[in-house]
């Protein structure tokens, strides 16, 4: 299968902090997506993505399709308790099938 | 409006048996999907199915089987459960329009 390389793995941050995080991939994708998990709950979409160089924001999030459509990252400005979390990116392609990263996890220290 | 649902939301069963977990959706959603999630290892896609009577196999289908007779309903079948099928399943739909999936709570299975 393809592999969506996501950094970092976790991250320990004060809270106000901002936070950055990236997604890449050997191949090229249609869609980019970025998903937050709670704990024993499904991922929720944050935002989509689908045009190569598409800066999209969702609030304090930010994220941006790369332009060689092989990666993707996510900010999160002014960090609250609240966005604790797992994050994945994930990538589609023509085939209808969605491929996610291994998600980063984020500890927000009040 | 329910958005998308799974049954059970825990299992556990030895090795050999057979089960089947549901995923109910109420959205009208063209495209059903099955993932399996493993600590470190992100979700990845077992089977989907892109409008009723139809499935796919994702990439790791193996053990398993799908079956979607109803356009509202995605069925994951293990015929013959192994320890290595232990995991959380989710189950997700989308609508033909866009690329946004919708999960379920999941399922948390344990095979002894």
């Known amino acids: 299968g393809q592999q969506l390389n996501q950094s970092p793995q976790s991250m320990f941050i004060q809270e106000g902090e901002d936070v950055s995080m990236n997604c890449t991939s050997s191949?090229?994708?249609?869609?980019w997506l970025w998903y937050k998990q709670d704990p024993g709950e499904g991922p929720v979409l944050l935002i989509a993505?689908?045009?190569?160089?598409e800066l999209t924001s969702n609030g304090r999030l930010t994220a941006q399709f790369g332009i060689t459509r092989k990666d993707s990252f996510l900010n999160i400005s002014a960090s609250i308790p609240s966005d604790v979390g797992i994050y994945f990116c994930?990538?589609?392609?023509?085939?209808?099938?969605?491929?996610f990263g291994t998600g980063t996890s984020l500890t927000v220290i009040p | 409006n329910a958005g998308v649902t799974q049954t059970p939301k825990f299992r556990v069963l030895k090795t050999g048996q057979s089960m089947t977990l549901l995923c109910a959706q109420d959205?009208?959603?063209?495209?059903m999907y099955w993932y399996r999630q493993d600590p470190g290892m992100g979700l990845r896609l077992i089977h989907y199915?892109?409008?009723?009577?139809?499935?796919a196999k994702g990439e790791v289908p193996d053990g398993y089987n799908v079956s979607r007779l109803k356009k509202q309903n995605f069925l994951l079948g293990l015929e013959s459960a192994a320890p290595s099928q232990t995991s959380v399943y989710f189950c997700?739909?989308?609508?033909?329009?866009?690329?946004?999936?919708?999960f379920g709570p999941g399922t948390r299975l344990t095979v002894l």
């Open positions: 199915s892109v409008g009723e009577g139809t499935t």
């Open positions: 959205m009208n959603h063209e495209y």
């Open positions: 994930a990538g589609e392609n023509t085939g209808n099938q969605f491929y």
């Open positions: 993505l689908y045009k190569a160089g």
């Open positions: 997700a739909s989308r609508g033909i329009a866009y690329n946004e999936q919708f």
């Open positions: 191949s090229i994708f249609n869609t």
